[in-house]
């Protein structure tokens, strides 16, 4: 079994900062990408941002030039630096780890509140 422990969420004023992590373990082999997701109310599942095996990422536009993700693959542990925060970025992310060959497992979520 694979666990994902996620924290890091909070209220926050707007362009304040917070800092998610996301610490997978159990059973893994080879991961092939970890991400954060949100769900805004009404829509669907939408990446924020991905890092890949090899180090490479992808961000969704409103992401891009204020969160950064990265990861430590010693700790098997994904970060998402979240900078000048706009209430529009309010909502539950999500934690995605995907291994290769395996499939795709979720956090339980954790919630950013950004007042204005």
């Known amino acids: 079994q694979v666990q994902l422990v996620e924290s890091g969420g909070g209220l926050v004023q707007a362009g304040g900062s917070l800092r998610l992590s996301c610490a997978a373990s159990?059973?893994?082999?080879?991961?092939?990408?970890m991400g954060w997701y949100r769900q805004p109310p009404g829509k669907q599942l939408e990446l924020v941002a991905a890092i890949f095996r090899g180090g490479s990422t992808n961000y969704a536009d409103s992401a891009k030039g204020r969160f950064t993700i990265t990861g430590d693959n010693a700790k098997n542990t994904m970060y998402l630096q979240m900078n000048s925060l706009k209430p529009e970025d309010t909502d539950v992310y999500y934690c995605n780890l995907a291994l290769t060959n395996v499939g795709d497992y979720w956090g339980q979520g954790t919630q950013v509140t950004v007042s204005s």
């Open positions: 159990g059973r893994i082999f080879s991961i092939k990408s």
